[in-house]
């Protein structure tokens, strides 16, 4: 059985962290062409091309995001052997998740429970717009991206969303401004109201429903964070309009209480992927076992 060339493992981890061939070749001490020869051996006894040229970048194909998964094991645990021979922890492997940055945090924790815990897995999350995440999706800098509505998708980006769950939106706010409780159309009259931003749709959903209820609500604030709606809800600046889950300690502790569900508004959780020919095994637990906490 053909054995790995560590030496061609070595330059092209070099020239894959340095994101430039030429630079690389200098810090090295190597010729552009010498250092090209090396990286394209490696990818002959891979048989896969590890890298693609996109105008001046070196952009990693997904057999050199994998191929730079495991070479970055293989040198951590060559420096962590110089380091100590008493070294016991076992090979991890790394999870790339994108959350959308308005979307509730309680979720993503859900989202990721089955692997917290596990010595063998490094979970690297990002948080970020729709846009930024997408585009580091599609290059294999990321392997998930947790939105609230399916991706787009087309023969150049073959994005894959897998619905994970939905849950209702309600009015929520703390125990003093809500008092004995009322009807939707009074609550919306009379109490300020805490909404996400036009680009949402949950906000679309609460839009419709005033315009159906003939409402015009007083707006005490526009958040693009649910975690910053759910700080201003437990100020008491007003009802929040989100999914329960966003606050779902704050609901078991009493320091909030769900006053209405509004009728015909959904939050869907979503899990997106791209169509890859190597998926991160880790996935798969994830995204056919997520579930919202009761």
């Known amino acids: 059985m053909a054995q790995l060339n560590y030496n061609h493992l070595r330059y092209f981890w070099a020239v894959a962290h340095d994101g430039n061939l030429t630079r690389t070749a200098e810090r090295l001490n190597l010729s552009q062409s010498a250092l090209s020869t090396q990286i394209r051996k490696l990818e002959q006894q891979l048989g896969h091309p590890l890298f693609e040229r996109r105008g001046r970048q070196l952009v990693l194909t997904e057999a050199g995001r994998i191929a730079l998964d495991h070479a970055d094991t293989i040198f951590s645990a060559g420096e962590e052997l110089l380091d100590t021979l008493k070294a016991q922890g076992r090979t991890r492997r790394a999870l790339r998740v994108g959350a959308l940055a308005t979307l509730s945090r309680n979720f993503t924790l859900a989202f ?30 990321l392997d998930v991206v947790l939105l609230n509505r399916a991706a787009a998708r087309d023969a150049v980006t073959p994005f894959v969303s897998h619905k994970l769950d939905e849950q209702g939106v309600s009015l929520v706010g703390t125990p003093a401004r809500l008092g004995q409780g009322g009807a939707l159309e009074d609550l919306l009259v009379q109490q300020p109201v805490i909404l996400p931003t036009s680009d949402s749709g949950v906000r679309t959903g609460f839009d419709a429903l005033c315009d159906r209820l003939g409402l015009r609500p007083q707006i005490a604030a526009e958040v693009d964070d649910m975690a910053m709606m759910r700080l201003l809800a437990r100020a008491d600046a007003g009802l929040a309009v989100l999914p329960p889950i966003v606050v779902t300690d704050e609901l078991a502790q009493g320091v909030l209480v769900e006053a209405q569900r509004l009728p015909g508004i959904v939050e869907s959780f979503y899990a997106v992927t791209l169509e890859r020919r190597f998926p991160n095994p880790l996935l798969r637990a994830l995204v056919h076992g997520a579930a919202l906490p009761a």
């Open 112 to 141: 990721l429970r089955p692997l917290l815990g596990r010595a063998d897995v490094e979970i690297i999350l990002h948080s970020g717009g729709p846009a930024e995440l997408m585009q580091a999706l599609e290059q294999l800098n």
